[in-house]
Every structure is written in structure tokens, then in C-alpha cells.
């Protein structure tokens, strides 16, 4: 749950930057790629992206910031989207730091399938990182490359709708 100096920073610059949940405005589902979200996964809603949490994350609290409409790659983005993305990606950025009480930040796009992509959407990885979470520091980015390929994605080891509605609930919190 946000403290009062957190609830406050953050419920001060969704209204400054605009970009201020509305679930009224909310969709029966999110396009992410190939994929449809529902909404009892998603976080955040701006008027440009939105936030979920990852169905596979490498850490907890490893979440995804993504623009609305459908770009494969991040030159596909409009200037308005790429700083609404950036904003959105700040703000949930400084709520999963909190929330899972790390004490750094992975952020990560993997833009292109060279480069570790596998859904064919611009999405922005935000991963909470504390000292030691690995022997390796670089070690999250190997992780990266593969948590969303072969067996390691299968649905067997996907979590469950209810434990991502659970999480995504908790982070909404932060946004209202």
C-alpha cells in the first residue's frame, strides 16, 4: 500500500503529465501483440499505454509498460506515444521499486527479434532488482532472452489469472 508522500507524488503527476488512470475509459481487452489482455491484469492505463504484470516474470514485480496501439518496433511509435510510454514507464517504475522493495531497476526493449523479441508489440520490461538477486549482475539479461521461449513457456509454467489479478490489483492502488 503507497504512503501518504508516495500516494501524493504520484496521484500529483499523473494529473500534471495527464496521464491519470481512467477506468471509466477502460476496454473489454488490450491488444498486446498476438494476444488479448484483460483488463483484470492491467495496472495502469494512460491515454497513450498501459501497465501489466508479466504472466512469466524473470523477478517479482517484473512488469510490462506498452503502448495502446499496436507497434512492432520502437521506431513505429509517434513522438506523443514514445513520451507517454517513458512517462508511464517512470512512473510504474518507481511503484514496483517500492512495492517489491528493491533497491535498483532493470528497464529493458527488446526491439526486434534479434534482440530477444517475441511478442511483435513495443513493450517496455520494468524489473524490481535487489543486491545478489543474481551471482551475475548481467546474468537478468540472459534471463530476458529466454523466459518467453520454449519449454521455459510453456503454460504449465505461467502463473495463474487470479495470482496476476491479486498482483495487478495491489499496483492499481498506487494509481488511484
Request: net charge positive.
Amino acid at each position: 500500500m503507497p504512503d501518504s508522500k508516495t500516494r501524493h507524488h504520484l496521484h500529483f503527476t499523473t494529473q500534471r503529465l495527464g496521464t491519470r488512470p481512467r477506468p471509466s475509459t477502460w476496454i473489454m481487452s488490450f491488444r498486446f501483440g498476438q494476444h488479448l489482455i484483460k483488463p483484470s491484469v492491467v495496472f495502469l492505463k494512460t491515454e497513450l499505454s498501459f501497465a501489466l504484470v508479466n504472466r512469466k516474470p524473470v523477478v517479482p514485480g517484473h512488469v510490462l509498460v506498452c503502448p495502446l496501439r499496436p507497434a512492432e518496433r520502437f521506431c513505429d511509435l509517434r513522438p506523443d506515444e514514445v513520451a507517454d510510454l517513458f512517462r508511464a514507464t517512470q512512473m510504474v517504475g518507481n511503484v514496483v521499486e517500492k512495492h517489491f522493495c528493491g533497491t535498483s531497476l532493470t528497464i529493458s526493449i527488446q526491439d526486434g527479434p534479434e534482440a530477444g523479441q517475441t511478442v511483435k508489440h513495443v513493450h517496455v520490461h520494468i524489473l524490481p532488482r535487489r543486491a545478489g538477486d543474481f551471482s551475475r549482475n548481467d546474468s537478468v539479461y540472459d534471463e530476458l532472452e529466454r523466459h518467453d521461449k520454449g519449454k521455459e513457456d510453456a503454460p504449465s509454467k505461467w502463473r495463474s489469472e487470479e495470482d496476476m489479478a491479486a498482483e495487478a490489483a495491489s499496483l492499481k492502488k498506487y494509481f488511484q
